[in-house]
């Protein structure tokens, strides 16, 4: 396992883990991406870099996130120690910000004006306007209409911080086409904007970048769950939409071989076509979005309609390290489903007082059953990766009934 763990830890030059990733784009794409990576290789090895950003981390961000114990949750569960890494506690309310801000830093060194993106949900939407406006960035925001209407409170934030929303009318009116005319944005103008991905997914260098960004995560909690406890957690657990998350927390663990590792991904309504967004249980290698890895796509290799309650986890692809780890059996993906998920929401809430975010409550939710058969000397470590304000309306709305909230 060892001589893998070098090859899973990094991509070859061409942005490869393994046969995912790389980036299969249009001619015209190349040179700008060429230019992304060199930009980021040199920039990553500048300390000054790394200086700037770990200061945003520390006094904009509030990291370090703590570590905590949820001695109440593990006590009425009677198994395993569960612990959650507190990323819902960063400003903005959850990990986004780590990898906006470094992508914000990156294109202000460029000498680039305006960072662009698309956004679903608009969580990507909000964290990247907070870093443009920070870094001095102007910042357009490419949305579908449909999202625009459902997502009201994000699009009010995006505008109160400056960022201009772009509403996209074509399609579906809903994420693929915020993505399709985001990237034709930005092929109109590759020298004055930078696109900044909102996962670890797309051409090479982005999964790479995204992680190392994320990896912030991992690196904090290695060293304080050691410091605290001695010792390394048993299990770490994280929801899977692109993957971002999730690589960030595993990234500093992947060479500690007693550490077991679990990527939830949502199984929404049921294992149906259309009724979830779980990519490597399901899905096939294939190309999307200019990478490859495991997807949701149909005979001919059309990405497959995706769902899930949690907005964040919809997507038909998966970041390409993910596909790797799978083949490799490093990480092992599990599913939860809305139901479950929506029942972790409550359970955290109402033991710890702590409202996650719907995706990260898909992975409270797999930590909980993993507990239940684990010892109380064991330990399960859950990057609980956002806070729940975004989505209480539409819980109460949809589900609150059943818990007693009216
Ligand atoms: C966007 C989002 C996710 C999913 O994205 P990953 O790239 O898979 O981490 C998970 N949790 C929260 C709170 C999010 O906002």
Not at 79 to 100: P, S
């Amino acid at each position: 396992m060892s001589n893998d763990i070098k090859t899973i830890a990094m991509p070859d030059e061409k942005g490869f883990f393994g046969d995912y990733g790389g980036s299969f784009i249009p001619p015209m794409l190349e040179d700008i991406l060429s230019e992304i990576s060199t930009a980021y290789d040199e920039i990553s090895r500048d300390p000054s870099f790394h200086e700037e950003l770990n200061m945003l981390y520390q006094d904009y961000v509030g990291r370090p996130s703590p570590i905590f114990h949820l001695k109440n949750l593990s006590a009425k569960v009677g198994g395993a120690q569960i612990y959650l890494k507190r990323e819902d506690l960063n400003h903005t309310g959850a990990h986004k910000i780590n990898h906006c801000l470094g992508e914000a830093l990156l294109c202000k060194k460029m000498g680039k004006k305006k960072i662009i993106a698309e956004t679903g949900a608009g969580q990507h939407g909000v964290a990247l306007a907070t870093a443009a406006v920070l870094v001095g960035l102007e910042c357009d925001i490419y949305m579908g209409e449909i999202d625009i209407v459902k997502e009201h409170p994000n699009v009010v934030r995006m505008k109160i911080l400056g960022a201009n929303v772009i509403p996209v009318d074509r399609g579906t009116r809903t994420l693929k086409d915020a993505v399709d005319v985001a990237f034709e944005a930005y092929l109109g103008d590759p020298v004055n904007q930078l696109y900044a991905i909102g996962s670890v997914v797309g051409p090479h260098p982005f999964p790479k970048m995204v992680r190392d960004f994320q990896s912030v995560v991992g690196n904090e909690a290695r060293v304080q769950f050691q410091d605290r406890y001695g010792k390394l957690p048993d299990n770490l657990v994280a929801c899977v939409g692109g993957g971002s998350n999730a690589i960030g927390l595993f990234s500093a663990f992947l060479e500690d071989e007693n550490v077991a590792m679990y990527g939830v991904e949502p199984s929404g309504r049921g294992f149906k076509d259309g009724d979830h967004a779980a990519t490597l249980t399901k899905g096939s290698p294939g190309v999307l979005h200019g990478f490859k890895s495991y997807l949701l796509q149909d005979d001919k290799g059309e990405p497959l309609p995706v769902y899930s309650v949690a907005s964040g986890l919809d997507y038909p692809g998966v970041g390409p390290q993910h596909s790797l780890l799978k083949d490799l059996g490093r990480v092992t993906y599990v599913t939860a489903s809305d139901v479950e998920a929506i029942d972790s929401l409550f359970e955290l809430s109402r033991t710890e007082g702590i409202i996650p975010a719907i995706e990260s409550a898909h992975a409270v939710a797999f930590a909980t059953k993993l507990a239940k058969d684990a010892g109380p000397d064991k330990t399960i470590l859950v990057n609980l990766s956002g806070r729940g304000d975004k989505d209480i309306d539409f819980v109460v709305e949809q589900y609150g009934k059943e818990y007693g909230v009216e």
